[in-house]
């Protein structure tokens, strides 16, 4: 098997109707920092262990405020942030069934109509890919599928690219141009080809891996022929590392839980740094950097209930975090 560690930036992931209700009550904790900068909440694991593999990965708190405010607390749940190749934001609002797209002044220039979205990507074609049914309904209906879209276009028309898929939440894209989704409700990572088509035998035996894993397959990113996926509803809050060119070789990268974190932990997206470590936004309010090789995590900050991560295109320090309120907040870490 590679080495798990990351060696590149693959930026990458949802709303559930299982969180809604917690999120509400995460939400009116931090309704009042969220009208304003949120004061660092970044917190080291200083009750672990203090052993060399402790110390493998170190925090020191991650400076965050916020970015772009919500317009609408909880209906303005911010699933999913991706850029486009000049740069701009596209912020996915599974509730409001609604990909947003952003200025660099933070006003809205232009919007595309996505059935309860999740991952919003751009592709290696230069087009945003979207997924869409992120929802347990479409779960239950496989009425879920993938759209694309023009970023540049003043009034972008979104098509459809692969549909008949559960639950599909998070995406990424490998070097060839394969799409893999987390697909939430049927636990399992779907393969695209470019072409759009399903790779059926594939997908059945990333299903059979994940089955052993945990549940709730989420968020996902590709490095070096691996996807690291995470498990929403694993109660290790669990993160997989799966081989491309064998996924019945699925491991663990990295058990959240076996952290001194407070409260459960609900993995949720997760990008990759250029620093080989996994930053992972997690429902209860933490954002964790992780490395895969030690298997050890530590916390940068501790804030809203997050949904999402994803890198600055040009900061690889910086961070653009959604929220289950609505927010996009920038992080900051040295």
């Known amino acids: 098997m590679p080495d798990p560690r990351p060696r590149a930036?693959?930026?990458?992931?949802?709303?559930?109707?299982?969180?809604?209700?917690?999120?509400?009550?995460?939400?009116?904790?931090?309704?009042?920092?969220?009208?304003g900068p949120i004061a660092p909440g970044g917190r080291a694991t200083a009750e672990a262990p203090e052993t060399p593999v402790a110390l493998a990965v170190s925090c020191a708190p991650a400076q965050v405020r916020v970015a772009l405010p919500t317009r609408a607390p909880l209906l303005d749940w911010s699933e999913n942030i991706g850029f486009d190749a000049a740069g701009d934001v596209w912020i996915a609002r599974s509730l409001r069934s609604v990909v947003e797209k952003y200025d660099r002044d933070g006003n809205v220039v232009a919007s595309v109509a996505v059935s309860s979205p999740g991952a919003v990507r751009l592709g290696p074609d230069g087009l945003m890919y979207a997924t869409f049914g992120n929802?347990?309904?479409?779960?239950?209906?496989?009425?879920?599928?993938?759209l694309r879209f023009d970023p540049s276009a003043a009034t972008p028309t979104p098509e459809v690219f692969v549909s008949g898929l559960g639950q599909p939440n998070g995406a990424a894209f490998a070097a060839d141009g394969t799409l893999y989704v987390a697909d939430t409700g049927s636990n399992t990572v779907v393969r695209i080809r470019p072409d759009g088509t399903v790779d059926t035998d594939w997908t059945a035996r990333a299903r059979t891996a994940l089955a052993a894993q945990?549940?709730?397959?989420?968020?996902?990113?590709?490095?070096?022929?691996?996807?690291?996926?995470?498990l929403l509803e694993s109660p290790d809050a669990r993160v997989v590392a799966m081989p491309i060119d064998d996924p019945a070789h699925t491991t663990?990268?990295?058990d959240l839980a076996a952290a001194p974190l407070s409260g459960p932990l609900l993995p949720d997206d997760l990008a990759i740094g250029r620093d080989g470590l996994l930053y992972i936004a997690t429902g209860t309010g933490q954002l964790v950097r992780a490395d895969p090789v030690s298997h050890t995590n530590c916390t940068l900050l501790s804030s809203q209930p997050l949904t999402s991560v994803a890198f600055s295109p040009t900061d690889d320090r910086t961070l653009l975090l959604g929220t289950e309120g609505g927010d996009a907040l920038k992080a900051h870490y040295s």
Do not use: E, K, N
Not at 214 to 230: F, K, Q, R
């Open 9 to 35: 930036v693959a930026p990458q992931s949802d709303p559930r109707g299982r969180r809604l209700v917690a999120g509400a009550a995460a939400l009116l904790a931090v309704t009042a920092a969220a009208s």
């Open 135 to 146: 929802s347990p309904a479409s779960g239950l209906s496989g009425g879920g599928g993938v």
């Open 214 to 230: 945990g549940a709730g397959a989420d968020g996902i990113v590709v490095s070096d022929g691996l996807l690291y996926v995470t």
């Open 252 to 254: 663990v990268a990295v």
